[in-house]
Structure formats: C-alpha cells, structure tokens
C-alpha cells in the first residue's frame, strides 16, 4: 500500500480534528481536495510549493483565501486536468465560504471582489428580500472637506468639482486598488485615525474661531470698552452673546441643538466643545439605521452631492415624494460632478497625472516647444468628454465606449490668456493638441468638442491610456484585466509575491513579442483573461498618440474576447457596446459606487429593474434613479453575522 493509497482517510481524519470551525461537513472537502487537488499538491509533488494536503493544519487565512479565489474563478484543476461538475465545486466553494464567514470573513462582500457573485443570477428574478444591513458609513474625505468649509465660512480645504480632493490624512481612502475609494467597510477608525481626526477638528475649531467667530468676538470686546454702563449692556445686547456650540450644531445637523445635547457638553470649555462637535459619530458617520426621513436625507444627500445633503434637501424628502425629489435634483450641476466622480473611478482614467514619464524617454516632437505633456489636462478632457454624454443622457455606455466627439483645451484659459503663452506659440501644444491630430491652424480660443479620427470612445482616450502605461512602455496587460473586470465582469488575482512578473529587457523587442513569457503554463491561468483583451489597444503608444509602426516594424492589434477574435481596437470597442453583458457589468459598478457595497443575490430584483429603467433609452439617470428607490437603498435589515464578517472585511489575511 502507497502513501498516495492511504491519504484519504488520514486526510479525513486529520481535517476534522485539525479546523476550528464546528458544524460543517468535511467530507466534501476531502473528497474535491483527494479527487482534484492532491495529485499535484500532496507533500511529494507540492507543485508550486503548494501543499493542500496539510490544508487542515493551516491556520492562517492565506491559503484559505487562495484555495477560495483559485476554485471560484475555475482557475483549478487545471483545463487539461479531471473538472469536477458544477454542483461538486459549488459544494466545495459552498464549504470553503462557511469556513472564511466563521473566521469573520466574507469574501463576496470586500470591496474589490463585488465580481465573485454569481452575475446570472444576479439578473434573474427571485423572491428574496433585498435591502442592505444597518450601518455606520464615514463621511467620504471629499465630503468631509466641504462640511469642514461650511464651518468655517470660508474655503480652506480645497475640493476640485471633479471630486478629487486633498484630503486630510486621518480622513483618507482605505479601498484597494481598482475599487470604489468611498466602500463602506473599508471606513472605520482605529488609534492613528483616530489621533489625526482629533487633530482635524481642532484645526477647524481653531479656523472657526479665527474667520467664523473672529468678526463677533471683535465686536463683543469692543463693546465691552465702553465706560457707560448703560450703553455697554446696550451694546452687548445688540450683538448678542457668542453661542459656538449652537451655531456648530446647526450647520453640522440642520437643526437646532436639545437642551439634553447641550448638558453633554456643558463641562467642556466651548471652542473643545465645538471640536467635540465635528467629531460626534452622527458628524462623522452617515448612520443607517431605521432609515427615516432624516437618515434618508443625509444618506441621499452624500449619493447625490459631492459636498453632501443641504438644509432644503431634508425638508424635500420629508414632504415631498421621493421620485420627485429625484427627478429635480437629479439635473443639477452637482449630480452632473457626481456622476463625473463615478466616471473617475470607473475608468481609471484620473490616474494619468500619477505615470512618471521621463522626458529622455518622450519623442523629441513632443518637447520641440517647452515640455508639453499634459496629462491632468487629458483627465479634463475625458472629465467633459463625460459629462456631455450624462448630460444628454442617451445610450450612455454605447456614447462612452464608442463617440469619436472628445471635448478639447482650445488656445486660451478662462481669463482670457494663452496657455502657456511663453512656451506655445498661440497657446498650441504639439504633444497636448496633436494627439487629437487638431492643426495649430484650427485651434480656437475656447474648449470645444471636436471628431477625432482614429479613436472611439473612453478606452482610445489619451486620459485612459496614459493611465494604464509606465515611464517606457504601454501596460496591454493591465488594460486587458480593466476590460475583463469592468466591462466583463471577470476576475483576476493579484500576482502573488513570490512570482517575478517582469518581462524580458530586450530593446529589440515589442511589448507583445515581450509577453509571449507569459504564455508559460504557470501564468496563463491569469493572463488568458489579461493578454488578448489589452492587445488591441497596442494601436496607441505609450503617450496616447496613434501608431502604425513599433520598432520599425507594422504594429499588431489582434485579440480576443467574450470567444471572438479581435481584428482592431474599433471593432473591439463598438462589440463591447453592444453587449448586453457588458451593460449589465457596467450597471452593477453602478450599484456598488452608490450603495458603498458590493451587490448581493438578494439584490437581484434591483438590478433588473435598474436594467429595465436604463434600457429603453440607455438613460443612466433613469438607472439611478431606480436604485435610489428601491429596496436595497430604502430598507436596513440587521445581521449580526454580516456584521462581524464586514469589519473584518479589509483586514489582511496572515
């Protein structure tokens, strides 16, 4: 008799002695690890120093989390190995899911990994109860900038419209990356935050007492100079006694503060009372609770607003019907930004100004008049690109991956100079105008929308594709994970650290000729779902300018994707517009950008209906609007374990 003859027993036996999680059968888990798994990751094969036949004895989360991953995405056993059938894995999975929630873990829910849940389902109609548990959510950095301005009177944390904000540091994003920054579970408080933002609201009582307080308390101390007794009580009279934690209260919550409020801060002296104010957890936090017409106000205010919710909105939502509410709200300019913020974050493209390029890297024509690369101004672009599409509101998604109308920079800046007059002869930049293929001799003075031969849509703008290059080179791969992760809805795992990911050096090479290392077997897994989906866009270098020829030789733009084989970056992107697949892809980011979570089966009544409203006229006002009254925005429900499973939830595994 073998070891590999008498493992199965020995396994069993071990596994239910080994975990600590009671209540759930192991004999599943046995038989998928002993029928798939163990001849290649038993102690003597151990193929990528993989060992699941010790699985029992793991106590950290590590190898949990990456049996998980590897099962759920059907990246194991591999394609040529023995597959287990569909109810075999999702029992295994099932199992696998149980053991993380016990440990305080919930996979599906952590932000970044909203495309775990089963997407076909998701739009099939069931009779769950959607909704969302009760919670505390803190108040998104950028919002947070804009109450902390309101205090003071005046604007001295500086927020962009386009929702990018120097954000103070014990108010900063704690998302992973290629996820939505403002996610629920990834804000809480621990001590250094906690340190910061006691140093954040002393910093703004002490501007409130400077620019809000400063002009009363002059007149206060003035008063009180006067010699006449009568005059002086006058006088003080008049201007009225200084009330700072009132005054703090109001602007915080709309309403006037109780007495019983006030007598929790009566041994305070009142400019530490006033800080004490700013960081009271119903200042701090949205609290969704019982979801009455104030939390609902609060909380809509934050979807709708960058700056968050304003006196009037709380009254509106209190008398008026909610679809009202929206229908008017849902023109203005702040939604137009907020919308603009979710644009961001969707494509990436914001994270163009962050790519070092070296000029000794950048072709010469770029530099001929000053340095003339300017990628904040092509997130600009792409900010207007977008916001003219929302605004028109018609076949949204269709407009942003395949118009060939992209909004430009014209030749003066809104006072009325040229841009950069000393460096560019008339306010033209070659590097910044002429990747749009625009002429010095028709640029005008103002921005104006311009067709652009050569490119389609979001994924052909320079904005995006600056964003996903480095110093030297286009980054095809990462695109093709934005492309399997955003519009189609897949997954792909991070590198793991031990894997060297660099690719060849060799000068004489392209980037695809470079890649060909990764179609090595311990790497294809991942990169079938990266390489041909990023590969078309090779039309494009490194900069965004449209190409023919890489090293002299004619540049390749083939690929594949959704089992169709890809001829050009065109056709790629007019295929991904039509696909319903992708609309539904798209649809759910919405869900979690909004809802500050990833969806959940029991959501699925949602989604169809978000679907059925965006549809007939590819409206996506229409689509939010459905999400801000259904269910899942409207009700909060508790589950305690949902919510031990959410705090840990961006704790990493040991």
Known sequence: MTLKSIRLPSLLIALSLGVSTSGFAREPIVRFLETYCLDCHDKETAKGDVVLETFHEQQGLRMLFDVYDQALLEYMPPKKKKQPSPGERAEFIGQLDD?????????????????YVDHDELFKPNKLSPGTEKRVWRVDPSAMAEVANKLIGQRVYRQQRQGVTKEHPSFAYRSPAHAFEDFASTSYFENTTTELALAFAKEIAEHMEERRFGAHRKLWDKASQEKDLKKRQAKLNAIGKLDRVGVTYHLLHNREITEAERRELAGLDERWAVAALILRCDSVFRIESEMNSHELARSLGFALNESGPDPQLFDEVEKQPLAEVLDKRMQTEEFHWRLIRFMREYFEYGNAPNVFKDSVDLPPVVFKRGKQYRPLWHVEDADYFCLR????DQD???????????????????????????????????????????????????????????????????????????????????????VTSKLLGGHVPDTPVEVDASLPDDPKL?????????????????????????????????????????????????????????????????????????????????????????????DANTLIAMEKAYQPEGSLKAAVKALFLSDSFLKRSSSLGASKARRRATELPE
């Not at 440990?103 to 495309?115: E, I, L, P, Q």
């Not at 023919?548 to 540049?555: I, Q, S």
Request: charged share 25%; hydrophobic share 35%; aromatic share 10%.
């Open 510 to 602: 392209t980037l695809r000729e470079k890649m060909r290392v990764t179609l090595d077997a311990k790497c294809i897994a991942c990169h079938r779902h990266m390489n041909d989906q990023g590969l078309p866009f090779e039309q494009f270098d490194f900069l965004g300018h449209y190409r023919t020829t890489e090293l002299g030789k004619p540049v390749v733009v083939t690929g594949k994707a959704m089992g169709q084989e890809i001829s050009d970056p065109y056709s790629y992107v007019k295929m991904l517009a039509e696909s319903q697949r992708v609309h539904q892809v798209f649809l759910r980011h919405l869900f979690r950008f909004f809802m500050g979570r990833n969806e959940k089966i029991s």
């Open 396 to 482: 949204v998604l269709k407009q942003l991956l395949s118009s060939n109308l992209y909004s430009v920079k014209g030749g003066l800046n809104s006072t009325h100079i040229k841009v950069l007059q000393r460096s560019a002869q008339n306010g033209y930049l070659y590097g910044y105008h002429g990747i749009y293929g625009i002429n010095e001799e028709e640029l005008p003075p103002w921005r104006q929308d311009y067709v652009v031969p050569d490119r389609l849509g979001m994924l052909h703008h320079p904005a995006w594709l600056i964003s996903f290059s480095d110093n030297e080179k286009n980054q095809a791969i990462q695109r093709g994970r934005w």
């Open 99 to 115: 053991m993380l929630k016990a440990k305080g873990h919930d996979r599906k829910a952590m932000a970044g990994y909203g495309n």
């Open 389 to 392: 599409i929302i605004k028109e």
